[in-house]
T-cell receptor
Framework: GAGVSQSPSNKVTEKGKDVELRCDPISGHTALYWYRQSLGQGLEFLIYFQGNSAPDKSGLPSDRFSAERTGGSVSTLTIQRTQQEDSAVYLC????????????FGAGTRLSVL | DQQVKQNSPSLSVQEGRISILNCDYTNSMFDYFLWYKKYPAEGPTFLISISSIKDKNEDGRFTVFLNKSAKHLSLHIVPSQPGDSAVYFCAASVTGNMLTFGGGTRLMVKP
């Protein structure tokens, strides 16, 4: 596609429910990144994929968070048993490869946990 | 420990004047630096970048300066336009790895 696509754009859920956020990177981009931006905060790194493998999961805040990438393309970020502190904008970015520094971002998914 | 800091949360500039946004970092391993611009309800948009082997990179109205000894970089916008009003994020990386972002500076350009 022309850019990084994320869905849904907005998600409202109840505390304790599981949510799945989807990212479709730019076609041909092999590296994919997840970040989140909490209210009034900067962007916080969550996880990085090169192809289908995740060499860096260091940013995942707890074991309730997981992500996968299949076919070297679409990625899903799953948050289990959501908590109110999970409320944030979740942003996905992609780049041409591991050695490429410029990352291109999607519009994000705004998650609200009630 | 914030490795990338933008100490000014906001900046107001008159149209046509220069906007200077500043960023400081602590990790000497960073070798690539980027500026992103963000409008509300949109993702960050890449603006300009600089490698640590350079001290200046220019692209139209935008120039990024890097002072490695001071671990400081700045973004200059000349002349500033109302459409430049947005939140600007400084980011740094060790090549190929995740970006570490500053907290952002909200720029307001007044007509």
């Amino acid at each position: 596609g022309a850019g990084v696509s994320q869905s849904p754009s907005n998600k409202v859920t109840e505390k304790g429910k599981d949510v799945e956020l989807r990212c479709d990177p730019i076609s041909g981009h092999t590296a994919l990144y997840w970040y989140r931006q909490s209210l009034g905060q900067g962007l916080e790194f969550l996880i990085y994929f090169q192809g289908n493998s995740a060499p860096d999961k260091s940013g995942l805040p707890s074991d309730r968070f997981s992500a996968e990438r299949t076919g070297g393309s679409v990625s899903t970020l799953t948050i289990q048993r959501t908590q109110q502190e999970d409320s944030a904008v979740y942003l996905c970015a992609s780049s041409r490869g591991a050695s490429q520094n410029i990352q291109y971002f999607g519009a994000g998914t705004r998650l609200s946990v009630l | 420990d914030q490795q990338v800091k933008q100490n000014s949360p906001s900046l107001s500039v008159q149209e046509g004047r220069i906007s200077i946004l500043n960023c400081d970092y602590t990790n000497s391993m960073f070798d690539y630096f980027l500026w992103y611009k963000k409008y509300p309800a949109e993702g960050p948009t890449f603006l300009i970048s600089i490698s640590s082997i350079k001290d200046k990179n220019e692209d139209g109205r935008f120039t990024v300066f890097l002072n490695k000894s001071a671990k400081h970089l700045s973004l200059h916008i000349v002349p500033s336009q109302p459409g430049d009003s947005a939140v600007y994020f400084c980011a740094a990386s060790v090549t190929g790895n995740m970006l570490t972002f500053g907290g952002g500076t909200r720029l307001m350009v007044k007509p």
